[in-house]
């Protein structure tokens, strides 16, 4: 919901950045791969109990995943980039609420179930958008210069990680704040079917 007005915000930071690391010879498809790193490590520290310093590697690999893209974008970015990143994405949305399952499966096992679910049914939601939209060839920039195309939602980008914040702040409040967020999600993702049969003429 807010990805798009944060963009303006925060590219004009993470290209200047990005061009700093290109001019290293770092490549985009590393920092993805560090930005994972990062975030596997902040989901293992979640199972162990940790999730106050989990905060740390956790938003290290957002940073990365801002990076990356800025990164490509002085190198030039690769459909396979793009594909790498995406993936990555996901990996890391899944891997933190099973943290949280890990870490105390008697509280958190069935809303941890629900929200995985929902971001499933969220993430099958977006990328069958975008494989459409390319179909169509839609284009957009208003969540940045991406190899996918991205829909907007009730929740994108900004809101996972605002919530993964909250739950890495009072892990006590993981699964009322699970069932909550994988509900929205499943919202988010009605709202793209919705907008899927608008754009690519649906029939009853």
Known sequence: MFDARLRPLIDPMLNAQGRVLART???????????????????GMIALGLAHWA????????????LD??????????DF??????????????AVPLGFVLADPADNGAAGAFLLCAFYVNGASFLGFALLADRYGMQTT????????????L???????????LICL????FAAAAWVFGALCFVTAA??????????????
């Open 25 to 43: 010879g770092v490549s985009a498809n590393q920092v993805t791969l560090v930005g994972l790193t990062l975030g596997l490590l902040a989901a």
């Open 55 to 66: 905060l740390v590697p956790l938003l290290l690999s957002r940073l990365a995943d801002g």
């Open 69 to 78: 893209g800025a990164v490509a974008r002085v190198r030039g970015g690769t």
């Open 81 to 94: 980039g793009g594909y790498l990143d995406i993936t990555c994405d996901f990996l890391f949305y899944g």
């Open 142 to 153: 208003a969540r940045g210069e991406k190899a996918l195309y991205f829909t907007g939602g």
């Open 155 to 165: 929740l994108e980008g900004a809101e996972t990680i605002a919530f993964f914040v």
């Open 170 to 173: 009072w892990p006590a409040l």
């Open 191 to 204: 709202s793209r079917v919705a907008l899927a049969w608008r754009s690519f003429g649906g029939r009853t």
